[in-house]
């Protein structure tokens, strides 16, 4: 990640978060999202607004599309208690290869609140995207910050992590929990 970011911003919670996450159930959260066509400073502040919202809600990942933008567009930041490492940007992020082995792992999600379920993934995946200054970059990760990679590229795509759960009867239960209906998920094999 670059020294030269222009993405500044303090990694804490602020009483009313700039954006609204959008939660399971709105239709919003389906649709494909939009390459993005321009990267100016007006993204530039989208980003920063994403960023804010995500540390609010405790979230280490966020992507456009669960706070209404249409975009391909995510943030992550897998060390958010380490105020010098920077989050990644991924601007129209493409998936080039996912490989390794099956891990299973919890998941949770800033638009499924207090839902969390064991989702399979295999273990690294590679990416090409843009940066939040238009520079094309390729990315290999594996462990925590693929899974987080995979998830929230997902959210680009319309899938949400709870489409990934073949256990209904299970799901259900957690989401009726929370508020959620099983009739929200659309159904899709676990590994990608």
């Given amino acids: 990640m670059s020294s030269t970011s222009s993405i ?3 990694k804490k919670k602020v009483k009313n978060p700039p954006l609204e996450v959008y939660q399971l159930g709105d239709k919003g959260l389906r649709q494909p999202a939009k390459r993005v066509t321009k990267i100016d400073e007006e993204l530039r502040e989208t980003v920063r607004q994403m960023l804010q919202t995500m540390y609010s809600q405790d979230g280490i990942g966020l992507a456009a599309p669960q706070v209404g933008i249409n975009k391909q567009l995510v943030v992550i930041d897998t060390e958010i208690d380490k105020p010098e490492v920077e989050p990644l940007v991924l601007i129209n992020p493409v998936v080039k290869r996912i490989t390794g082995p099956n891990v299973t792992d919890q998941e949770g999600c ?16 590679e990416i090409s995207y843009k ?8 990315l290999t990760a594996d462990g925590l910050l693929s899974r987080v990679i995979q998830h929230e590229i997902d959210h ?30 659309k159904a899709v094999k676990s590994t990608p």
């Avoid at 940066?131 to 390729?138: M, N, P, V, Y």
């Fill in 156 to 185: 680009l795509n319309g899938i949400m992590f709870v489409d990934r759960i073949p256990n209904h009867l299970a799901l259900g239960q957690e989401l009726q929990k929370k508020g959620f209906t099983l009739k929200a998920v």
């Fill in 131 to 138: 940066d939040e200054h238009g520079r094309l970059k390729t």
């Fill in 8 to 10: 500044v911003i303090d």
């Fill in 110 to 125: 800033l638009s499924v609140v207090g839902v969390y379920m064991d989702v399979v993934r295999q273990d690294v995946v």
